[in-house]
């Protein structure tokens, strides 16, 4: 069995990362819900636009945070 290992910085980068569109009253706002299909689509962050994508830290929660490369 082949092992891979990934090292990401943010979830956006993650295979388990998906996101789904905020829509409000404003249409020219674009803002992301995002979600860990690997933690039963658990919310990671709420209502980030692209200015905030890189504050947004990887939870103590993760999945794949805690498994150790061998």
């Not at 092992?3 to 674009?30: G, Q, V």
């Not at 990671?44 to 498994?67: F, H, L, M």
Request: contains cysteine; aromatic residues 12%; hydrophobic residues 30%.
């Amino acid at each position: 069995m082949t092992k891979i290992t990934l090292e990401i910085k943010t979830c956006r980068e993650c295979p388990f990362f998906e996101e789904k569109r905020c829509y409000t009253s404003d249409s020219w706002e674009l803002a992301h819900d995002w979600f860990c299909k690997a933690s039963d689509n658990k919310k990671i962050a709420g209502y980030v636009n692209w200015s905030e994508e890189k504050d947004v830290e990887i939870p103590e929660w993760c999945p794949a945070r805690t498994q150790k490369a061998d």
